[in-house]
């Protein structure tokens, strides 16, 4: 239904009308400023090349496939980028921090801060937290493969941090100076049956981090 407006309230409306206007434009370009600021952060970051070293453990997420969503709530692979740093920041059973959990059969593809060499005993370091739950290293020199299988092992050495870990040698895998590895849960192995609905929030292994070794110099 068609409502007249006297002259005189149309006259006093029209600041109301410009208004919106005004706020839309204010939030579009705040909008445009503050993508402009964030776009250097959102590019994806320089790697270095061959061997040049920057630290020793993951500096960068290549891949991911994670298993269990949506009920897995740590599914944020870069925490298992630098060095060990999980930690449980309460009594419920979703109070930690630090960790991705994988998800069963998940995995994901890191692309190492130093290049890995083979040196005599172990050769590369996984941290993984809460349990011994099992994980498979595969290695390759480039993103795209081929990955070498170093093995599977409970991931359960105590030690200095709150997560436990595993070691492999990249002895017998035929490659040297590798720098891109892919670590996948294989916790059916230490689990016979156990599945994305019984695991818990954290389903499969958490991985917390991974350390060179033996970084090629
Ligand atoms: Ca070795
Ligand atoms: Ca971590």
Redesign the pocket.
């Given at each position: 239904m068609y409502n007249h407006v006297p002259e005189e309230s149309y006259q006093r409306m029209k600041p109301l009308r410009i208004f919106p206007k005004a706020i839309f434009l204010l939030l579009f370009g705040t909008l445009l400023f503050f993508s402009a600021q964030c776009g250097d952060e959102s590019s994806t970051p320089t790697l270095p090349t061959a061997c040049q070293p920057q630290g020793v453990n993951a500096i960068s997420v290549l891949d991911s496939a994670l298993a269990c969503i949506p009920t897995n709530a740590f599914a944020d692979p870069s925490n298992a980028l630098g060095p060990p740093d999980a930690a449980s920041t309460g009594p419920g059973k979703n109070d930690f921090k630090g960790f991705v959990s994988l998800g069963i059969n998940g995995m994901v593809t890191l692309y190492m801060g130093s290049c890995i060499?083979?040196?005599?005993?172990?050769?590369l370091r996984v941290f993984q937290s809460v349990s011994s739950e099992a994980v498979e290293v595969q290695v390759s020199q480039n993103q795209n493969g081929p990955f070498v299988s170093l093995g599977m092992k409970n991931c359960g050495d105590p030690g200095s941090t709150y997560s436990n870990s595993c070691d492999f040698?990249?002895?017998g895998s035929g490659l040297s100076n590798v720098r891109v590895i892919r670590v996948f849960d294989r916790e059916v192995f230490t689990f016979p049956g156990v599945a994305c609905d019984n695991a818990g929030s954290s389903p499969g292994a958490d991985l917390d981090a991974v350390e060179v070794l033996?970084p090629s110099s």
């Open positions: 060499q083979d040196l005599p005993g172990p050769d040698d990249l002895a033996h």
